[in-house]
């Protein structure tokens, strides 16, 4: 019988923090820290006049921004570095946040290049920049949740083209109304991912449960929890809504669904028009 003690918890606002030229740093998640070994997510704060500047190398790098202000440049384009905001960085590629008027807080994550067994056809790049108008808002069968997705190979946008150029990284907001929750799930690996996907939530706002087994804990704002491949798992709104971040490395896994709920995964775009129709999302 699984148990909490299969994962990870960790408070990123009392995690120890390192002083780097930027500002400073808290690792959260890796393989030294909770046995991920794809992923490494780390809170960083950007102090205000200061620039991060992110050098991929041979990786993939999501930054999120959390809060604060400033802008963000990759590739010659910018946006506004508001909360909701952020870059995907592929290898070989720079991207720059700058602060101003207030420090930034970000949330970064970082993965190996995907092998070509998990990228299949996909060209790995270019990067690019988002914000939530550019994201387009998703909602599941059930009415009770809804996420906007800033990494996501399947998400098609509203010209028709592909989101995220690799598999490397599947990430994005989620949002749960007072009383949602997934279906008690876990991930498990493919042929090209045999070990399955390193897996974290990162909570905002609101309060939530996170539950393994017959054991449950209750998470507060800023907490990220790491589920290794196949632990099965559910995350539950507790006494209101719930906004988290939501993150899997690589993005080549199966979900198996192991309660009875009849709508399980089941998600579609919100309609593009007033009294539209809703498009499902293919998550093939």
């Not at 939530?132 to 998400?155: M, N, P």
């Not at 028709?160 to 949602?180: C, W």
């Not at 990162?202 to 054991?215: I, L, N, Q, W, Y």
Request: glycine residues 14%; proline residues 6%; aromatic residues 8%.
């Amino acid at each position: 019988m699984p148990t909490l003690n299969d994962i990870f918890i960790i408070n990123s606002n009392t995690a120890d923090a390192v002083e780097v030229p930027s500002g400073r740093e808290r690792t959260l998640c890796g393989d030294a820290l909770c046995g991920s070994r794809n992923l490494t997510v780390i809170r960083r704060t950007v102090s205000d006049g200061r620039t991060f500047h992110v050098e991929a190398g041979g990786d993939v790098h999501l930054l999120y921004v959390m809060g604060g202000g400033g802008s963000i440049s990759l590739g010659g384009e910018s946006v506004a570095a508001e909360g909701g905001a952020g870059a995907m960085v592929t290898p070989g590629e720079t991207a720059d946040f700058r602060a101003s008027g207030g420090d930034l807080e970000i949330l970064h994550m970082i993965t190996p290049k995907a092998p070509a067994g998990v990228d299949g056809d996909l060209p790995g790049g270019p990067g690019y920049v988002f914000n939530r108008g550019k994201l387009r808002r998703l909602s599941d069968a059930s009415g009770g949740r809804v996420r906007h997705f800033c990494a996501e190979s399947t998400v098609r946008l509203g010209d028709g083209s592909r989101l995220t150029p690799t598999n490397a990284i599947q990430a994005g907001e989620m949002h749960y109304r007072d009383g949602g929750s997934s279906p008690y799930h876990q991930h498990v690996g493919t042929e090209a991912n045999p070990r399955g996907p390193d897996h974290c939530y990162m909570t905002f706002t609101g309060r939530g449960k996170v539950e393994v087994g017959d054991e449950s804990q209750e998470l507060e704002p800023g907490t990220l929890v790491y589920f290794p491949p196949s632990v099965p798992h559910r995350l539950r709104a507790l006494d209101g809504p719930l906004d988290y971040f939501e993150i899997q490395a690589w993005r080549s896994f199966k979900t198996n669904v192991l309660s009875e709920e009849e709508l399980g995964l089941k998600w579609y775009y919100d309609a593009e028009t007033e009294g539209g129709e809703r498009a499902e999302w293919d998550q093939s």
